[in-house]
């Protein structure tokens, strides 16, 4: 289990060294950045679909699930990511790689829990408006990166052999830094503003999942979750320089309070454990105030935030020893998202398709997991912009045995 953890570690060092931004969204402007977690990739995979009680796999999503653990569980997974932006004129690509999620899960008996270490939202941009031609003309360049992390702590108990209860703490932290340049045409100087803010809260989460048979091999998964609402408080620097003049102009530091609203999710599914699954998610989250005094604008606003999603996987014979392709688990689902933002009076939809295997270890429950997923977020209407994006991604997941006394005859 040490050589797993060791190369998992190298492997997530990769991830990291190797990711500038977590995102190439202009959307992620707004708030806090756009929402990177979307659950680990074998649920991820069923477009967020996450109500069976797995003893294989780490849910983070619903702390109840560490209850169901047989094996202490390590996964690490990461992503990387095209798109294509475009709006009624013009397209760019654009593309990163990132890391995704670090997370431990482990078995006590009736308790479960887990930790970890997820990215919660990343912010990268990068926008020009270069009138150089125009004499006179005003020339502008905004660019961020930074994002919120989270760590967190969980703890699940099985009330019954079908019924679980759990809670976890969440510690957000992180940095967002933006930078806009502006200067005219035919003009040396300019003007630069750099603004900095350290994010950082706390939040706490509850779930619950039950299952039961239904007809012969076929069980009813359901799961509930909710989120509390909750405060990041952001401590905020902002700089202003001027070309020419040796002496920037800092203001006097100031704190905002971001609200992040209350979500619940919902679950229900049927199938037969370890061999198919259908089921569906659906996610409802209040209206946030995530306006900073550097991003708020009179044609945005923030809304209530809904996702719909369909998914499952099938198993063609789990126990199979004489075909390595029956043991792989095949998975898919679909989604649909109102993200909670509003710009000049349209509401930011994204629309994906998810596709996905588990490719399991020979002699071991551990497996290594690839997921693809496709769609679109936005609308070029009202001078929007359309994200057309493609992301592969790659995670491990270790099972094993710790704190097992030995026994010597």
Same mark, same amino acid.
């Given at each position: 289990m040490i050589k797993k953890i060791i190369i998992s570690a190298c492997l997530l060092i990769s991830f990291v060294s190797f990711a500038q931004q977590g995102t190439a969204s202009p959307y992620s402007f707004y708030g806090i950045g756009d929402a990177r977690f979307k659950g680990t990739l074998e649920y991820r995979s069923m477009g967020g679909v996450a109500v069976e009680q797995d003893s294989t796999h780490l849910n983070i999503d619903n702390p109840s699930s560490y209850a169901s653990l047989m094996q202490t569980t390590f996964t690490v997974g990461g992503s990387f990511g095209t798109s294509t932006l475009k709006n009624s004129n013009q397209s760019e690509k654009a593309q990163r790689a990132t890391f995704d999620y670090l997370a431990v899960g482990i078995p006590m008996g009736k308790f479960g829990a887990a930790f970890g270490l997820v990215p919660l939202s990343s912010?990268?941009?990068k926008i020009l408006n270069n009138n150089s031609d125009v004499s006179g003309a005003t020339n502008s360049q905004f660019e961020g990166k930074g994002g919120v992390n989270k760590v967190f702590f969980g703890l699940g108990y099985k009330?019954?052999?079908?019924?679980?209860?759990?809670?976890d703490a969440q510690y957000n932290f992180g940095q967002i830094t933006t930078t806009s340049v502006e200067g005219i045409t035919d003009v040396a100087s300019a003007t630069r503003e750099t603004n900095q803010s350290e994010l950082s809260g706390l939040n706490f989460n509850i779930g619950t999942m039950y299952q039961?048979?239904?007809y012969k091999k076929m069980s009813l998964f359901t799961s509930l979750s909710y989120t509390f609402a909750s405060t990041l408080r952001s401590d905020n620097e902002r700089i202003i320089f001027v070309s020419g003049d040796p002496d920037p102009y800092e203001?006097?530091?100031?704190?905002?309070?971001?609200? #992040?609203?209350n979500k619940l999710t919902i679950g229900v599914g049927v199938g037969e454990a370890r061999k198919w699954l259908v089921g569906t998610t659906l996610a409802f989250q209040g209206d946030g105030q995530y306006a900073n005094y550097y991003n708020s604008s009179d044609d945005v606003r923030y809304e209530k935030y809904s996702k719909y999603a369909i998914g499952g996987y099938y198993i063609p014979n789990y126990t199979s020893f004489s075909s390595y392709f029956s043991r792989i688990t095949y998975r898919a689902g679909l989604k649909y998202e109102k993200i909670g933002l509003v710009i000049n009076n349209q509401s930011i939809n994204?629309?994906?398709?998810?596709?996905?295997?588990?490719?399991?270890?020979?002699?071991?429950?551990?497996?290594?997991? #690839?997921g693809l997923e496709f769609g679109k977020r936005g609308t070029t209407d009202a001078g929007l912009i359309q994200e057309n994006y493609f992301n592969f991604s790659l995670s491990f997941s270790f099972n094993d045995r710790w704190f097992v006394k030995s026994k010597f005859n």
């Open positions: 912010v990268g941009y009330i019954m052999p079908n019924w679980n209860i759990g809670a039961r048979k239904i203001y006097p530091k100031t704190e905002t309070d971001l609200k #992040l609203p994204d629309v994906g398709m998810t596709l996905g295997a588990g490719f399991p270890i020979t002699g071991q429950f551990s497996n290594v997991n #690839l």
